[in-house]
């Protein structure tokens, strides 16, 4: 006949042992978590979101009665951009763009825009994932335009 082993007391030592363990664990976790979230992580979309909430309903009026409808599209390492208004191409009085993703800002990148007769374009290297792009525009007169159009790239397509 085998030998019968005793079992090993639980005690309460031990308990403790375990769940200091198990919630230390827990613990370092969600710091880790936490911590690469803030550290990658711009947060920002405008420098002083007051100053700019007071003029915002006054900004988006005028905005819309531009009635621009900016496009971008990507396809084979090339970023394009289209405004249109009323069915007609709109080539405003000044643009920039900014392309970046939208959980850090290690990738952004503030393109040189080429002009063809339906808008705007330039070479980028995006990887797959998210982008966000930051058109900022002024027509004729001075009246500003800024908008940022989400761009989703897959296999080198947007």
Known sequence: MSEVKPVKELTGRKVL???????????????????????TFPG???????????????????????????EVKYANGQVNLSILANGEFVFPEAISLRIGRPTHGREDMIPVLLRDAIGYWFKADLGEGKWFVYVSAQDAIGEPFEQRLELFVTDGHG
């Open 44 to 70: 920002l979309e405008v420098k002083n979101s007051y100053v700019a909430s007071q003029t915002f309903d006054d900004r988006a009026v005028a905005q819309r009665a531009l009635g621009w409808a900016p």
């Open 17 to 39: 042992m375990i769940l200091l363990a198990a919630f230390g664990t827990i613990l370092a976790v969600n710091m880790t978590l936490l911590y690469n979230a803030v550290k």
